[in-house]
């Protein structure tokens, strides 16, 4: 007897690496509903295969999610059972899936969360930063400035912070990272995680992205990228800092106090000279 409801939306989630992180419950939903909605059919295909799932495929991405979500919620209105995948992970997290739900929610259908990997809290669980507390911030924007806008945003976050990043981006994000948050901010690149070449790497900022940017390698693969929140020692050191800066400043240029504060204090040069 199937155990899978019909007209209800069923959001599964896949490995992101190895192919047997994929739970009992997932697989025999996956081979019980009517139809499976992937981010990428032929990406999907292998897995399902491996795993003796024969259920039809339809595509939902990001670039048809909106013309075919009316579709699929009709479909599940008229009892039909649905299945929402992604590439790999948890679906919605950075990943098509977003619309789908809220509209099938909107039209009364159940929505029922099949769990499993997500590759922002699998690097959590062993970058041994804090993890009582964090924020999830996806993708960077893909251009310097934009990204440096945002991470300055972020600069004064408490709290551990996740991001991911492309390979071919990931030494760029990393020197923005130093260039906004200082040498010193833990940071750890969890890379291919679960997979063949998987690597975790926790540094100071400073020295990871100088490890990253010599080491093709480590431009490699998937990559999640966490860097700990500010804490109360920095904002002390800051304090101390300003607090030197201004007595400089009556005698020296500002750029020079704020040299001269920073390597007194270790508080970063960029904020001193900021607070000008």
Same mark, same amino acid.
């Given at each position: 007897?199937s155990?899978?409801?019909?007209?209800?939306?069923?959001?599964?989630?896949?490995?992101?690496?190895?192919r047997?992180d994929?739970?009992?419950?997932?697989?025999?939903?996956?081979?019980e509903v009517?139809?499976?909605?992937a981010?990428d059919?032929?990406h999907?295909?292998?897995?399902?295969?491996?795993?003796?799932? @024969?259920t039809? %495929?339809?595509? /939902?991405? =990001?670039?048809?999610?909106? !013309?075919?979500?009316?579709?699929?919620?009709? $479909?599940l209105?008229g009892?039909?059972?649905?299945a929402?995948?992604?590439?790999?992970?948890?679906p919605?997290?950075?990943?098509?899936?977003?619309?789908?739900?809220?509209?099938?929610?909107?039209?009364?259908?159940?929505?029922?969360?099949?769990?499993?990997?997500?590759?922002?809290?699998?690097?959590?669980?062993?970058a041994?930063?804090?993890?009582?507390r964090?924020?999830?911030?996806?993708f960077?924007?893909?251009?310097?400035?934009?990204?440096?806008?945002?991470?300055?945003?972020l600069?004064?976050?408490?709290?551990?912070?996740?991001?991911y990043?492309s390979?071919?981006?990931?030494?760029?994000?990393?020197a923005?990272?130093?260039?906004?948050?200082?040498?010193?901010?833990?940071?750890?690149? @969890?890379?291919? %995680?679960t997979? /063949?070449? =998987?690597?975790?790497i926790? !540094?100071?900022l400073?020295?990871?992205?100088? $490890?990253?940017?010599?080491?093709?390698?480590?431009?490699?693969?998937?990559?999640?990228?966490?860097?700990?929140?500010?804490?109360?020692?920095?904002?002390?050191?800051?304090?101390?800092?300003?607090?030197?800066?201004?007595?400089?400043?009556e005698?020296l240029?500002?750029?020079k106090?704020?040299?001269?504060?920073?390597?007194?204090?270790?508080?970063?040069?960029?904020?001193?000279y900021?607070?000008?």
């Open positions: 007897m155990s899978v409801q019909s007209g209800c939306l069923w959001v599964v989630a896949t490995p992101i690496g190895h047997d994929f739970s009992a419950r997932a697989i025999a939903t996956l081979r009517a139809v499976i909605a981010e059919t032929r999907s295909k292998p897995l399902l295969l491996h795993h003796n799932i @024969a039809p %495929l339809i595509a /939902l991405h =990001e670039h048809n999610e909106r !013309e075919v979500v009316e579709g699929i919620v009709r $479909r209105r009892g039909e059972s649905v929402l995948i992604s590439d790999a992970g948890t919605l997290i950075s990943d098509p899936g977003f619309r789908l739900v809220r509209a099938a929610r909107a039209a009364g259908v159940r929505c029922a969360p099949v769990p499993g990997a997500c590759a922002a809290i699998a690097a959590l669980s062993v041994g930063l804090p993890s009582d964090f924020v999830f911030e996806g960077l924007p893909p251009k310097s400035a934009a990204r440096r806008a945002r991470l300055q945003e600069a004064g976050e408490p709290r551990t912070l996740i991001f990043e390979s071919h981006r990931v030494a760029e994000s990393l923005d990272m130093r260039s906004v948050f200082g040498d010193e901010r833990e940071a750890v690149l @969890a890379r291919e %995680l997979k /063949l070449f =998987e690597t975790v926790g !540094e100071p400073g020295q990871l992205a100088e $490890r990253v940017a010599g080491d093709p390698d480590q431009q490699r693969g998937e990559c999640v990228l966490l860097v700990a929140g500010r804490g109360e020692e920095a904002d002390a050191k800051l304090a101390e800092g300003q607090r030197v800066f201004a007595v400089l400043r005698e240029p500002p750029a106090a704020a040299k001269l504060a920073a390597a007194i204090t270790g508080a970063p040069r960029k904020e001193l900021r607070s000008e």
